[in-house]
């Protein structure tokens, strides 16, 4: 069972500001990585998968990079709708395990 | 416009039964894998358990393996998830998914997700 390990836990940044969170894999995953958006009382929602690919309507700000163990999700600017708590999940093997979360809060 | 609803939650004691539903509109169900996906209170995200597009796979997380079960109904574009032998640690909202095509796929479109609770 592959375990995703994310990092840091809380990350506080003043709005505009680059927010870059990590994510890590066990074992290899290929680029068979995706990143969610979750705000409070709402579902997630799919910003990027095959690691790097934005999903529709995903505004060019989020990017994503990395493959094998090791992967980046990037905000080049924040804006207040960003503020939100971020899952990565790895989806090469079953079970799909997402890390623990990321939450990104004002500074 | 794709829109998930899902229905089914409530309070059961332990060792009790519950069915979710998940009723899919504005896309060919049958062509998608689904997800049911729990999220324990304050807690991260769990996938519970996936089904192809014709119903033929399905998958499932060790913790519910030989207690959930996954179906759907694609006549009536509809996902279910049976639950027996519930246990306090699968008190959860639950979310119905759609998955990028193929079952093991990220999921792209979510729905508003039921809670379920199991407590004496």
């Known amino acids: 069972e592959i375990v995703m390990t994310q990092s840091p836990a809380t990350l506080s940044v003043s709005p505009g500001e680059r927010a870059t969170l990590s994510c890590r894999a066990s074992?290899?995953?290929?680029?068979?990585l995706a990143w969610y958006q979750q705000k409070p009382g709402q579902a997630p929602r799919l910003l990027i998968y095959g690691a790097s690919t934005r999903a529709t309507g995903i505004p060019a700000r989020f990017s994503g990079s990395g493959s094998g163990t090791e992967f980046t999700l990037t905000i080049s600017s924040l804006q207040s709708e960003d503020f939100a708590v971020y899952y990565c999940?790895?989806?090469?093997?079953?079970?799909?395990?997402f890390g623990q979360g990321t939450k990104v809060e004002i500074k | 416009e794709v829109q998930l609803l899902e229905s089914g939650g409530g309070l059961v004691q332990p060792g009790g039964s519950l069915r979710l539903s998940c009723v899919a509109s504005g896309f060919t169900f049958n062509s998608y894998a689904m997800s049911w996906v729990r999220q324990a209170p304050g807690k991260g995200l769990e996938c519970v358990s996936a089904?192809?597009?014709?119903?033929?796979?399905?998958s499932y997380a060790d913790s519910v393996k030989g207690r959930f079960t996954i179906s759907r109904d694609n006549s009536k574009n509809t996902l279910y998830l049976q639950m027996n032998s519930l246990r306090a640690e699968d008190t959860a909202v639950y979310y119905c998914a759609r998955d990028k095509g193929y079952i093991g796929y990220p999921s792209d479109y979510w729905g508003q997700g039921t809670l379920v609770t199991v407590s004496s």
């Open positions: 089904i192809s597009g014709s119903g033929g796979s399905t």
């Open positions: 074992q290899s995953i290929s680029s068979n």
């Open positions: 999940q790895q989806y090469n093997n079953w079970p799909l395990a």
